[in-house]
């Protein structure tokens, strides 16, 4: 095949008078397989590195020769091979190996001279397809391929359903005893997943299939029912799922909770975390908000260990990238207003702006926390504060007084200012202005800073 061009691999020239084999299908086993090979539970069974296993090349036999210095290098390598139908061809891609030819067609659902599309083919339904028709035969000096799926499709099916496909697969039906499966709803608030599942199959098991592709263990808990009465331990997703109650219709209803922990900065007699867990996807900010019960409180904030912004109300907490939060006053926060102008410069008083992005941040937080929550480059545009100077990006929020507004400009001012309080351990602040600011003016800034 070495003489196949890429694109005759994707759409090979095939003949109009070719000849039709049937290939007979052998079930492998040892016995069949003498001379040639043999079966072995795992992959591991036969490696270079335990001795077990030599790259040789593969036996010659008949008209087709090896060509020399070939046959014993490639040794081996992984990766994925992606099948699929397109109408009614059937297409591969090696994954595992980064060549022009990777990609190719290995047969057809139909004779090859009526299937350039199912249209005008006599094939009407791509479950029609009975037999795969192979227009090539690819040999490998170096030894055999190992292929395996990665999905698990595993299905319980009754016998009102259907299991016809879209796409050409081996079925193989195992009868059930009806009293050996069960009906699971696996929820997220009204997030549902309903599973039909043999009672034998451990809870961790049930979890790692198709339908949960992203779920972790070790983010998420389990409960039984429809209260937090029963969350399950890391112990319990060892245990069959029949080893739970189910309701008067013969249901297991596991529900999802996230847990999250919040620490209260100003809770002086208890410093334990606040631990809530969240029972839907649509949860805000505002709705946990209303679930902490702190007396004398005012209003209250959340923010994260990862930020210093300050989340908002109509925000979704699984939209929030984290389970570790913080609660804050309002004398800890501070609001920033960030005015976007079309033209401006330090004369220019012109107010037609673009937009005003207003947010609330931690106390603590400083000027670059501000320009990295806005992917703002501050060698290209800088914060403008009265209209005059522009703070360096270590300066902390608390230096100024909520609300704090800020214009952002594309004016780099080229002067940088350095104050030096020496009653404070010598403690520098750095603000850049014009060359025309005054002394005065600059002795204003200091005061209001300091």
Known sequence: MSGISKENYLSPIIPPDVKVKDIRLVKA???SLKDIGYLITSPDDVTVQNGKFDIVPWPTKGWRALDPNTG???GTTEGSMEIYWEEDRLYGKNHAIATDSNHYLLGYGNFPSQSASISNSNISEPSDISSVFIWSSDYHPDGGQLFFPTNDNETIVDEHQSIASSRITTTTLDGIALDQIV?????FGIVTQHILTLKSIKIE???????????????????????NDQILSKDDYRKQVDAYLCDDIGTIHFRILIPIKIRNNNNNNNKQDMKIYLENNTTTVEQLLQQIDISDSGNLYLTSIDTQRIFQNNENLTNLNTQNFILLEENETCVVSIEKERSLSITDNNDNTN?????RFRTSATIEDIMKENN????NEQFLHENDFVPAESTPLSYFTSPIHFQLVKTIL??????INTEDNNYSLTFYCSSSMSIERILEIACQLF
Do not use: M, W
């Open 414 to 419: 080229p002067f940088a200012v350095t104050i």
């Open 376 to 379: 703002i480059d501050y060698r």
């Open 205 to 227: 098991q049930l979890l790692k299939n198709r339908h949960f592709p992203d779920f972790n263990l070790n983010n998420f808990c389990l409960t039984v029912g429809e209260t």
């Open 72 to 74: 014993n290098e490639a």
């Open 29 to 31: 086993t040892n016995e």
């Open 355 to 359: 937009e005003v992005v207003r947010q």
């Open 183 to 187: 009906n699971v709803i696996l929820s």
